[in-house]
């Protein structure tokens, strides 16, 4: 009993002994998982920064985009009173000339 006591404990060593090793060489930051997450945390750290630059362009320009939009609108709104203006000055009545109205009124009262 004592010596298959021994036996698993002789085992359980060497198998602790071994996944210890393993551990190490797994979490070793050059050729292990541990430089893998290393890699992949730097590189989520880079994203990261892309995606807020991304989206402060983003809002950058969108902001830009609706003082242009309403640039435009007052624009437009000018052009259109200007148009009405233009329109109403060419039908409305054209007011004779004070010269020709004198002369008129000089023949039929002379």
């Given at each position: 009993m004592q010596i298959l006591l021994l036996a698993a404990c002789l085992g359980l060593g060497v198998f602790c002994a071994t996944l210890a090793r393993r551990l190490r060489?797994?979490?070793?930051?050059?050729?292990g998982l541990g430089g893998?997450?290393?890699?992949?945390?730097?590189?989520?750290?880079r994203l990261?920064?892309?995606?807020?630059?991304?989206?402060d362009e983003a809002t950058a320009a969108s902001e830009r985009?609706?003082?242009?939009?309403?640039?435009?609108?007052?624009?437009?709104?000018?052009w259109d009173l200007r148009q009405?203006?233009?329109a109403a000055a060419s039908e409305a009545p054209q007011p004779m000339p004070s010269g020709r109205r004198l002369r008129?009124?000089?023949?039929?009262?002379?």
């Open positions: 060489r797994m979490n070793n930051l050059e050729s893998a997450i290393a890699v992949m945390a730097a590189e989520v750290d990261e920064r892309a995606i807020r630059s991304a989206r985009l609706a003082e242009e939009i309403e640039t435009a609108r007052r624009e437009r709104a000018i009405r203006i233009g008129k009124r000089e023949v039929s009262h002379g």
